[in-house]
């Protein structure tokens, strides 16, 4: 067969289009999808317990437009956590897995693209625990000469009332109480009682031979305290009997007065201030004395401090004076002279702060005794101070009216203060970033950061003498004092 080159050529034209496979998709175009230029988000904030010793398992945070929240266990230390951060952005600041102080908000700056950014406040608190404040008062009647004293259970989280145990007496309460495997103590009158917080009942009574202002210390089953009979006493505190007493003596110039030295127990000693002139040591398993501190440098008088004893220095007021002694022998370290009356000491951080009724608070070098800072108020300060996160607290009043204060432990400057309408006579106690005082008609419970208010229970109006500091106990049994009280916090 013979082809022309035309019919050659529409031959192969068929051929090759049969041969074509039908619906051949376009080859692939590999174009990327616009970048976001402007993204800067957080998308993931977490602590995770293999960065975080203090966790057991990873924690994230809520994340809304502009903040961050994370709740983490009650009881996890905020000052060093290490977030990992997820974002969009091309840069955080400060970055991720970055050693942060989360104790006050934390702000973190995202950055775009387009250099636009993006601000996130990080808050991070700990979880409520249920946690009890004990806390002494009396209510008292002029014309019956007759009155109740009442210790009250309130919620530490809301202020309501849990429970409260009641008492007929004659005497105003002055003494703080004490809390022990499940047993609360509150001095009424002469007496010590032993409240079971289970069948909210009274489980013994020791009787001892005056008034007690003096709050019990318990140490390893043992409760010590002071009484105005001049002796100072160790008890069993599960049974109410009588382990040894100490006689201190009475007072020289008058014979009496109130012994509201709380003792402090340490390596086997317990330091307790007495009623005439003298700084006690005495052995916790004997009740024989190791040694004595004269206070003849402040003319003699009676110690109402209580002493604070850290690295083997003891720290105490006298009236006028304040001394630094050492454990071991009562030997003179270094005194300082306030020019008026002051507080217990609280110890932290290698200062010792205390107030006065001379209107300041003091802050002094343990080793030296050399003032660091004093701070001047419209107020008589005559609570121990409490100390917390660099933070010192403590209250001052005048005869209607007071101020709570927030210093800065370094400086002495003032960080907040909360004014009150009545006196504060007591010594706060600092629980789950909320500082516990109690003034003359209110218990009140105050935000460590801002000094806002969060709540606070009044007292009846009966109450005219309350004096008296909390004592806090959570779930777990971790007992939370103030510092007029002899137990170590």
């Known amino acids: 067969m013979k082809f022309t080159k035309m019919g050659l050529l529409i031959a192969l034209t068929l051929s090759i289009s049969c041969n074509k496979p039908a619906n051949t998709p376009a080859p692939p175009v590999n174009t990327p999808p616009p970048a976001n230029s402007s993204d800067k988000n957080i998308s993931s904030f977490v602590f995770t317990a293999s960065l975080n010793t203090s966790l057991q398992s990873d924690v994230s945070g809520t994340i809304s437009a502009d903040s961050i929240k994370v709740i983490l266990p009650f009881g996890t230390p905020l000052t060093d956590l290490v977030p990992s951060i997820t974002t969009s952005g091309t840069s955080i600041s400060p970055g991720s897995l970055t050693k ?3 104790s006050s908000p934390v702000s973190y700056v995202v950055k775009a693209k387009d250099s636009s950014t993006h601000t996130y406040t990080v808050v991070v608190n700990t979880s409520p625990v249920d946690a009890t404040i004990f806390i002494n008062f009396t209510g008292y009647d002029d014309a019956t000469d007759s009155g109740i004293a009442e210790l009250k259970a309130l919620d530490a989280n809301t202020g309501k009332l849990k429970w409260e145990y009641k008492k007929s007496t004659k005497s105003v309460i002055l003494a703080s ?5 499940g047993l609360v103590y509150t001095c009424i009158g002469n007496s010590i009682y032993c409240i079971d917080t289970t069948t909210k009942s009274n489980k013994w009574t020791y009787t001892t031979g005056d008034f007690l202002c003096s709050t019990p210390t318990i140490v390893n089953g043992i409760l010590y305290l002071n009484s105005t009979d001049g002796n100072l006493y160790a008890i069993d505190a599960r049974t109410g009997s009588l382990k040894w007493k100490y006689f201190e003596g009475p007072s020289p110039k008058n014979g009496g007065g109130n012994n509201g030295s709380s003792p402090t127990v340490v390596d086997g000693v317990v330091y307790t201030g007495g009623l005439n002139e003298y700084l006690y040591a005495v052995d916790v398993n004997t009740g024989t004395i190791k040694w004595k501190f004269d206070d003849s440098y ?6 109402y401090t209580s002493p604070s004893v850290v690295n083997g220095i003891v720290y105490f007021a006298g009236v006028y004076n304040f001394f630094a002694i050492n454990a071991n022998d009562g ?3 270094w005194k300082f002279n306030s020019g008026g009356p002051v507080s217990s000491p609280t110890v932290a951080n290698g200062v010792v702060y205390f107030g006065s009724t001379n209107q300041n608070i003091y802050a002094l070098d343990v080793n030296s005794g050399f003032p660091l800072w ?3 108020t419209p107020f008589q300060l005559e ?6 996160n ?14 709570f204060y927030a210093f800065d432990g370094a400086t002495g400057n003032i960080k907040w203060q909360y004014g009150y309408g009545n006196s504060i006579g007591s010594s706060p106690v600092v629980f789950n970033k909320v500082v516990y005082v109690v003034g003359i008609q209110d218990v009140l419970a105050i935000d460590v950061m801002t000094g806002k208010l969060k709540w606070a229970y009044a007292i009846d109006g009966r109450y005219q003498d309350v004096e008296t500091s909390p004592c806090i106990v ?7 004092y103030s510092g007029i009280s002899g137990s170590q916090n």
């Open 177 to 181: 109480p004490a809390f022990f495997n």
């Open 100 to 102: 942060r102080d989360f």
């Open 383 to 388: 609570g121990t101070p409490c100390v917390s």
């Open 474 to 480: 959570d779930k777990n049994g971790n007992i939370y």
């Open 390 to 403: 660099g933070i010192v607290f403590d209250g001052g009043s005048s005869p209607n009216s007071s101020v």
């Open 298 to 303: 402040d003319n003699g008088d009676n110690i």
């Open 374 to 376: 004093n701070n001047y």
């Open 331 to 333: 030997s003179l370290k």
